[in-house]
């Protein structure tokens, strides 16, 4: 049984086309900081990767800063822009990744005050009510762009147009989001944005902060005066090649990715629902499609043992994901839906499945076949108990 792997959410195989571009980098000697001769090319590869990455999201090359990957990311914007010398006020949504919400908790546990929104029963945070949170003085507001377990699309722009009025810098993050639908930093109006290479077919190890001319966020490591003593260290030519490469991929194939997402996306849906039926299957998020990923189904089994299942889903060869892979060791269920308010039935039986740009109808078709074998298997064995 060939294993058809739907977790693109949690990482996506490299694109063979984004190693080989690295490839040249891994074997030539040189610090891009060197002042020598084998400095210069290193040095040339990294700034035309940073002008990729900000002619792609519309940003300043000047504000795009390479780090280890989107937890880095978020944890330099939420730590370093919150001026958390002084406590202060911060806005936040119960629906963060934990990169951001346990930055977000660190700040509280240290003394700042924090607001958190509601979310609605469909995954959406109302930007106005989080903009009303806001008062002078307060130092940071975070929304997430693209909810990495139910892909819900927020409207970041409405909250960083009413936080900007204020003063209130908006840090958004945008991991699930970059490589799967467009993001024009600009046009967002945030004051910085996290994505991470490993999501859209790049390597894993490395993640860019956006920050808007201005912005300058207190670092997180010392020891350099790398990317303007921002983020010290010396940098990894290769890997952020890698992420420009695979970004400019993304940015050709855009059109037809989203596209051909959307209908697997919605095949997958239909076939869960047909197959098991509508009562059986309940799917996270609004209804209206364009509000969410288009590589991104999640979907509850009322009732279905959760273990049972993912078991089962194993066994039958797909990978699938329960919810966010950097709190897959928790046996709690998964805060997200827990402050959406969805029942206890569906509570631990939701799962997300999610597709990479080399996600086929086929592979699709076949995986909802077995998802529908594991869902009975894993019911009956309830019943069984």
């Known amino acids: 049984m060939r294993p058809i792997y739907l977790d693109h959410n949690a990482s996506s195989p490299i694109d063979p086309d984004v190693l080989e571009a690295m490839r040249p980098h891994w074997l030539a000697p040189g610090n891009p900081d060197s002042r020598h001769g084998f400095a210069r090319g290193p040095r040339r590869a990294l700034e035309e990767a940073r002008e990729t990455v900000a002619r792609v999201l519309n940003a300043d090359p000047s504000g795009v800063i390479f780090t280890s990957g989107g937890t880095e990311a978020n944890n330099l914007a939420v730590l370093g822009l919150s001026g958390r010398r002084r406590p202060g006020h911060l806005v936040t949504s119960p629906i963060e990744h934990p990169a951001v919400a346990e930055a977000v908790d660190l700040l509280e546990r240290e003394g700042f005050e924090v607001d958190r929104a509601a979310v609605s029963a469909d995954g959406r945070v109302d930007p106005d009510a989080m903009a009303d949170r806001l008062r002078p003085g307060t130092r940071l507001a975070t929304l997430i762009l693209a909810q990495n377990e139910t892909g819900v699309i927020q409207d970041v722009g409405r909250l960083a147009d009413r936080a900007g009025r204020l003063g209130v810098p908006v840090h958004t993050d945008a991991v699930q989001a970059v490589g799967r639908i ?6 967002l109006g945030v ?17 860019v902060l956006l920050v808007r001319p201005g912005i300058e966020p207190e670092p997180l490591l010392f020891g350099g005066g790398q990317q303007k003593g921002r983020r010290p260290g010396t940098q990894a030519v290769a890997l952020a090649v ?5 970004l400019e991929r993304w940015d050709r194939e855009r059109e037809e990715r989203t596209r051909r997402w959307a209908v697997l996306r919605d095949r997958l849906e239909r076939a869960l629902v047909d197959g098991l039926g509508r009562e059986a299957v309940v799917r996270t998020g609004p209804d209206d499609p364009s509000a969410r990923l288009p590589q991104t189904v999640h979907v509850g089994f009322p009732g279905v043992d959760p273990d049972g299942l993912l078991m089962q889903l ?28 969805v029942p206890g039935d569906r509570l631990r039986s939701s799962v997300r499945f999610s597709f990479g740009a080399t ?19 894993a019911a009956g064995n309830l019943g069984q108990r």
Do not use: Y
């Not at 467009?182 to 046009?187: C, E, S, T």
């Open 182 to 187: 467009p993001v024009d930093f600009k046009r």
């Open 191 to 207: 004051a910085s944005l996290a994505a991470s290479a490993h999501k859209f077919h790049g390597p894993v190890g490395v993640g």
């Open 242 to 246: 890698g992420l420009a490469a695979a």
């Open 314 to 341: 194993d066994l039958l060869g797909v990978a699938a994901s329960f919810g966010s892979a950097c709190a897959s060791g928790s046996s709690r269920p998964s805060p997200i839906l827990v402050a959406m308010g």
């Open 359 to 377: 996600t086929t109808a086929a592979e699709v078709d076949e995986a909802a076949v077995r998802i529908v074998e594991a869902v009975r298997r």
